[in-house]
Nanobody, 120 residues
Framework: VQLQAFGGGVVQAGGSLRLSCVVS????????MRWYRQTTGTQQRELVA???????TIYPDSVKGRFTMSDYANNTMYLHMINLKPEDTAVYFC???????????????WGKGTLVTVSS
């Protein structure tokens, strides 16, 4: 299973971007899909959006009302970002758990990040 994030770029404050995460490879099930971001010079990744296995959507206060994560469909999940701020500048990563079969344990997969730069 491979994940690849696309759609980063440079945008002015107040602008919008849509990030895509394409999933490839074979798997039995995929779930608990998330988007994280990591700012330059930090090692910690911040969760910015999550759709739980039960279907609930979770956002931190820092992005609530501005970021919307779409559910996984057609091998892709999206992160829609509006009213972007300079503090949203970061490398954005997608992440998901997947099983190869009903008998296998879930494995966590990360995609390579895509850089979002918001200019003031």
């Amino acid at each position: 299973v491979q994940l690849q994030a696309f759609g980063g770029g440079v945008v002015q404050a107040g602008g919008s971007l849509r990030l895509s995460c394409v999933v490839s490879g074979s798997f039995f099930s995929i779930f608990d899909m998330r988007w994280y971001r990591q700012t330059t010079g930090t090692q910690q990744r911040e969760l910015v959006a999550r759709i739980t296995e039960g279907g609930s959507t979770i956002y931190p206060d820092s992005v609530k009302g501005r970021f919307t994560m779409s559910d996984y469909a057609n091998n892709t999940m999206y992160l829609h970002m509006i009213n972007l701020k300079p503090e949203d500048t970061a490398v954005y990563f997608c992440r998901a758990d997947a099983k190869k079969s009903s008998r296998h344990l879930a494995i966590t997969y990360w995609g390579k990040g895509t850089l979002v730069t918001v200019s003031s």
